[in-house]
């Protein structure tokens, strides 16, 4: 079945640092990926997808790139900031998978001043 | 528009009670999903509901059971209550016509506690 393997936390990180945050999955199908992002306190919401391979989403300085060929969707962003603390979720979904999302474990970041 | 709302928003029990949740979805969306939050578990899957019908559920025993209304408007309702079921209930909504690749929106979530 589908899954999604992202990279355990969490991450601290000062101020103005470069983030990565590795994302891996395993699909039978063509699946969209997405990052979705929960802030304390707050619901997840999407932070950014894409929709097919090669594709590369981005907002809020963050960016990803779906690679077919390696299997992943790493997000990195190359400055961050205090306001970017937050937990990090990857996810995949396509029609085989029987419309269900399937979430990665989460990856906890904390940024210093 | 109006996001996902979800309803309660805190709420706790004893076990052996049931409790049901409630979830509306952005208008226009025919989709809703539902998930349980834990810390150790992550996000997992409960079920998704389409035009009134369950289209898929994860692997959660039979006490979690679901439903939608002609308003795309869904119920979660979980019966003899275990203190295992604390968690954050979450559900999000989407177009959903394609069969994958929509965004979902996601509601504030329900904290439920066990006693």
């Known amino acids: 079945g589908n899954s999604v393997t992202q990279m355990e936390g969490p991450v601290t990180l000062s101020e103005e640092a470069f983030l990565t945050i590795n994302c891996t999955y395993t699909a039978t199908g063509y699946p969209s990926l997405f990052w979705y992002v929960q802030y304390p306190g707050e619901g997840l919401q999407l932070l950014l997808k894409a929709t097919k391979a090669d594709d590369k989403g981005s907002n809020k300085g963050f960016e990803a790139t779906y690679r077919k060929e390696t299997t992943s969707f790493h997000l990195e962003k190359g400055s961050v900031q205090v306001s970017d603390s937050a937990v990090y979720f990857c996810?995949?979904?396509?029609?085989?998978?029987?419309?269900?999302?399937?979430f990665g474990a989460g990856t906890r970041l904390f940024v210093k001043a | 528009k109006a996001g996902v709302t979800q309803t309660p928003r805190y709420l706790i029990k004893t076990r052996g009670q049931q409790v049901t949740l409630s979830c509306s979805p952005i208008s226009g969306h025919r989709s809703v999903s539902w998930y349980q939050q834990t810390p150790g578990q992550g996000l997992q899957f409960l079920f998704e509901y389409f035009s009134e019908t369950q289209r898929n559920k994860g692997n959660f025993p039979g006490r979690f059971s679901g439903r939608q209304f002609s308003n795309s408007r869904s119920e979660m309702n979980v019966s003899t209550l275990e203190l295992g079921d604390s968690a954050l209930y979450l559900c999000?909504?989407?177009?959903?016509?394609?069969?994958?690749?929509?965004?979902?929106?996601f509601g504030p979530g329900t904290r439920l506690t066990v006693l």
């Open positions: 999000a909504s989407s177009l959903e016509t394609s069969g994958g690749g929509d965004t979902q929106y």
């Open positions: 996810a995949l979904s396509d029609s085989t998978g029987g419309f269900k999302t399937i």
